[in-house]
């Protein structure tokens, strides 16, 4: 099948951090990198959608991936442009049809915890029984050897702080890492992406810094991924729901540590490390 038309897109990435100037604990004055954070209005067909607070690394993939994930427009191929103007801090989308900004999911808002974001829209809680995804293997090794690949890759946050990471991983290879204010706009980020390259989700495993909660496991599903690795803990909702669609969900994913939450028979435990003795007490 024919490579489907692929939208016209601006180029209009920002440096991610900023040099300010700020006073230590002796008093002297130094400069430091802080994360940057710019708000961006999409538009879509001409109608106020959103306004996302990012650091607008990767704009036109954050605006495509939130609108695929909040199912606002089902295929890359009904996009005509994505044109990022920060001038007036304003995403503009146009569709094929020119009526996507009338879709009735828009009247029927969620307020979610998602950092930068803050909604999601329409009925996705129902349509995420729509969702089959491939039960994958994974070894306890290649999670240790993917948590190394990531720790190199977390650059704003090294320097600045302030901000989450996501990447979409190969086995233990990264594709790609986005790091953004909040959590919800990378993943968005990498869905946009995805969608652009045409990559899908089956053999992929989804990293996060952030915690997983409802919203990051739906996102993370829509796009087929099966498997959701996060250094952070877990909420109740997110928990049910990944079993519920059977994402393998890996929390508090650290050096040699890890919890898995579901699918915990999809982990071959081939590299399990040796446990500490705890000291003895004397009997004296």
């Not at 961006?40 to 607070?53: F, K, P, S």
């Not at 103007?85 to 503009?92: I, K």
């Not at 729509?130 to 650059?155: F, G, K, M, T, W």
């Not at 290879?173 to 045409?198: S, T, Y």
Request: charged share 20%.
């Amino acid at each position: 099948m024919a490579r489907q038309t692929l939208p016209q897109l601006t180029a209009a990435g920002l440096a991610p951090t900023f040099e300010v100037a700020a006073m230590d604990e002796y008093g002297e004055s130094r400069q430091i990198a802080v994360a940057g954070e710019r708000p961006l209005t999409i538009y879509l067909d001409r109608r106020e959608i959103v306004t996302l607070m990012t650091l607008g690394g990767h704009p036109e993939a954050l605006v495509l991936g939130y609108l695929r994930n909040q199912g606002l427009v089902r295929d890359i191929g009904e996009v005509t442009a994505v044109q990022v103007d920060w001038d007036v801090a304003a995403a503009v989308v146009t569709t094929v049809s020119g009526t996507a900004g009338e879709s009735p999911m828009l009247e029927q808002r969620t307020v979610t915890t998602g950092c930068g974001q803050g909604t999601v829209f329409g009925d996705l809680m129902e349509k995420i029984d729509e969702v089959q995804l491939p039960e994958v293997q994974i070894r306890q090794s290649h999670i240790y050897e993917l948590l190394e690949n990531i720790a190199s890759h977390n650059d704003v946050y090294r320097r600045a702080g302030a901000v989450h990471g996501c990447a979409l991983c190969a086995g233990t290879d990264i594709k790609w890492f986005v790091e953004d204010v909040g959590r919800h706009n990378a993943v968005d980020a990498i869905a946009g992406m995805m969608w652009l390259e045409d990559v899908t989700g089956e053999d992929k495993i989804f990293y996060t810094t952030g915690r997983l909660t409802s919203e990051m496991v739906i996102k993370v599903a829509q796009i087929g991924v099966p498997v959701l690795l996060s250094r952070s803990g877990v909420t109740q909702m997110g928990h049910d729901l990944a079993s519920q669609v059977g994402v393998t969900m890996i929390a508090r994913a650290k050096g040699k540590h890890f919890l898995v939450l579901t699918g915990q028979e999809r982990i071959e435990l081939d590299a399990v490390p040796v446990k500490r003795q705890a000291p003895r007490r004397s009997s004296s």
